[in-house]
């Protein structure tokens, strides 16, 4: 049966398709993007032509150009699946007509003959007659592939058998001699000697695309980070009970946080108090959530000194009327606070209380902010105030903003139980302030105060100052001036 094929070539070879074949990727990388053609190569097999079944690389047919411009041999499986017998590729005046080394002219090498493999001077490799490795004369003599040999099954393979034809990995089909099958396992076995091969049989198995790889799962979304819970206030250390015999206990009305140059900023207050070097504070016009800066005062003093002193700062805050929000009296310790509490008073103020222990001796201290417009008021709440004091054990201390100066009758009700503490530094030549200020005053005049009580045997004063706390311009953090007492405590 004689079939005449007609082939159009629709594109010249480029320079890219060259170079595939020059880098021996030509035997390879024209099974891709056939699947269309696998049908084709089926009919093709199942009706080969004799007549070109012995052609030599020297005849016109040999070679075979794709429809992309590949050249491949007849008998290559691409040449099988175009389906129909394309006319020669090369002209006589085109052939290779360059003496190949290690073989003269008219000889036919064979795979595992020197000089069969050629390696071009970009690094290709191709057989010795094909058409790339003599289309550039003026180029060096190739030097030898190292020839790869062939396992005995599989010496003499002819293109149609099995074997022959040699699967890469990457898909690619080549002769089971060429340099490249070298680097896969052993190709398929040569079907036995004179049994009967089906066309079906002889073809390479087709071609399966190459699983994709399966796509990693996504990453899951990070949860969200939970808000940090408000830490508590830390437990008491145990050394800090027993630390030191000295107590200084420091008064100020902090007139809600706000300057005499109208800024709020509770940060200067607080460096302030670790400047004085107070181990207890008693603040007045302490607010917690109001408009005076709309936050939680007293916790944010307590991180404050904790920052500024690196000491750990325990705190009490009782509420002049009671409530949870509000202004109040602030009562701060580095000493582990043991018991606290708050007594209300009439006329819509409050007292807080904490208790310390303090070289083995407990203390209990005691802030308050009295009326600041009725005598009779602060009177009554001072009465109530000493009622409610002697409830505690000594030592006691009670220091706050009482609105009254030391020659007003009402603080009598004061002084009848406890001690004054900045007449008694005067009077020891103990009291300090600063120039312009030899009375101690903490306001206009002096109405903040430390009393320590009259049966405080344990606590020694040893001094009292009032700070001068303005700045280069004049202004002070507060309308108010701190005072501070210290005491040894035995």
């Not at 699967?167 to 396992?185: F, R, S, W």
């Not at 002084?415 to 306001?443: H, K, L, P, Q, V």
Request: hydrophobic share 35%; net charge positive.
């Amino acid at each position: 049966m004689q079939v005449r094929v007609r082939v159009r070539v629709d594109r010249p070879a480029t320079a890219e398709r060259v170079n595939e074949w020059r880098h021996g990727a030509g035997w390879r990388r024209r099974a891709v993007g056939w699947s269309a053609g696998a049908a084709v190569l089926c009919l093709a097999l199942l009706a080969p032509v004799p007549a070109l079944a012995q052609l030599g690389t020297s005849d016109p047919a040999f070679w075979v150009r794709l429809p992309d411009g590949a050249l491949v041999p007849h008998d290559h499986p691409l040449a099988l699946a175009a389906g129909k017998r394309p006319r020669p590729a090369l002209q006589d005046s085109a052939r290779p007509t360059t003496p190949q080394p290690g073989h003269g002219a008219g000889k036919v090498l064979t795979p595992a003959d020197p000089g069969f493999w050629v390696r071009l001077p970009d690094g290709g490799i191709v057989p010795y007659n094909h058409p790339a490795a003599g289309s550039t004369p003026a180029a060096p003599p190739a030097a030898q592939a190292p020839a790869s040999p062939a396992p005995p099954s599989t010496v003499g393979l002819q293109p149609s058998d099995p074997g022959f034809w040699v699967t890469l990995p990457d898909g690619g089909i080549v002769p089971y001699n060429h340099p490249a099958a070298a680097a896969v396992q052993a190709p398929a076995p040569r079907a036995p000697s004179g049994g009967s091969t089906s066309p079906s049989a002889s073809r390479p198995p087709p071609q399966q695309a190459p699983a994709p790889a399966p796509r990693p799962a996504p990453a899951p979304a990070p949860a969200p980070r939970p808000a940090p819970a408000p830490a508590p206030d830390p437990a008491p250390e145990a050394t800090a009970s027993t630390s030191g015999t000295t107590l200084k206990v420091l008064d100020w009305n902090i007139q809600h946080g706000v300057g005499t140059d109208g800024r709020y900023d509770l940060d200067r207050i607080a460096t302030w108090i670790v400047r004085s070097g107070a181990n207890v504070v008693s603040l007045n016009e302490v607010e917690k959530f109001t408009g005076w800066g709309n936050e939680d005062q007293p916790a944010r003093f307590a991180s404050l000194l904790r920052s500024k002193s690196g000491r750990t700062w325990y705190h009490h805050f009782a509420q002049r009327e009671g409530g949870g929000h509000g202004q109040g009296n602030l009562l701060l310790s580095i000493f582990p606070i043991e018991s606290t509490g708050e007594h209300q008073l009439s006329y819509a103020r409050s007292a807080a209380r904490i208790t310390i222990l303090v070289n083995g001796t407990r203390v209990n201290v005691f802030s308050t902010h009295l009326d600041p417009d009725s005598s009779a008021r602060r009177a009554t709440q001072m009465r109530e105030l000493t009622a409610w004091a002697r409830t505690y054990p000594e030592q006691r201390i009670i220091a706050g903003d009482f609105n009254a100066w030391p020659g007003a009758g009402e603080i009598s009700n004061m002084t009848s139980s406890y001690d004054d503490t900045w007449a008694m530094a005067r009077a020891a030549g103990t009291a300090t302030a600063f120039a312009g200020n030899e009375a101690g005053n903490t306001r206009k005049s002096r109405i903040d105060y430390v009393f320590c009580s009259k049966g405080a045997s344990q606590l020694r004063l040893g001094g009292v100052r009032v700070f001068d706390t303005r700045d280069s311009r004049g202004h002070m953090p507060s309308d108010h001036r701190p005072v501070l007492a210290t005491f040894s405590v035995r």
